[in-house]
């Protein structure tokens, strides 16, 4: 059941994260509400989606991602891309609203499981 849980999470995060990049800037407050709920499906799955043999690849694939993202969200040239650099940036920026709280809960319990005392 949390295996599906954590599924979902991921699909409606993805999802939810394109679509707050392409209509964020018409949303007004409710783009923080919706930001809100996808850093809430990145905290499900990080702690439901993400075994321990993935644990590794998953940190080192995010952290490439949240780069990559956070490169291309913060770049002005991206911004001046006429008619879909907007939207390619908003869309960066909600990615990294969706990883990075997944990531930070895999390093978390994998620092948690590295200074347990055995």
Do not use: R
């Amino acid at each position: 059941m949390s295996q599906k849980v954590g599924e979902i999470s991921f699909i409606l995060g993805v999802v939810l994260a394109v679509l707050i990049g392409l209509v964020g800037n018409y949303l007004g407050d409710f783009q923080q509400i919706l930001i809100s709920l996808l850093i809430v499906f990145g905290l499900i799955v990080g702690f439901l989606n993400i075994e321990k043999k993935q644990k590794k690849d998953f940190v080192m694939m995010a952290v490439a991602l949240i780069l990559v993202a956070f490169a291309g969200g913060g770049s002005l040239a991206l911004e001046e891309v006429i008619g879909i650099g907007p939207f390619l940036a908003g869309i960066f920026n909600a990615i990294m609203a969706f990883v990075v709280p997944a990531t930070i809960v895999v390093i978390l319990k994998e620092i948690y499981a590295l200074a347990k005392v055995k």
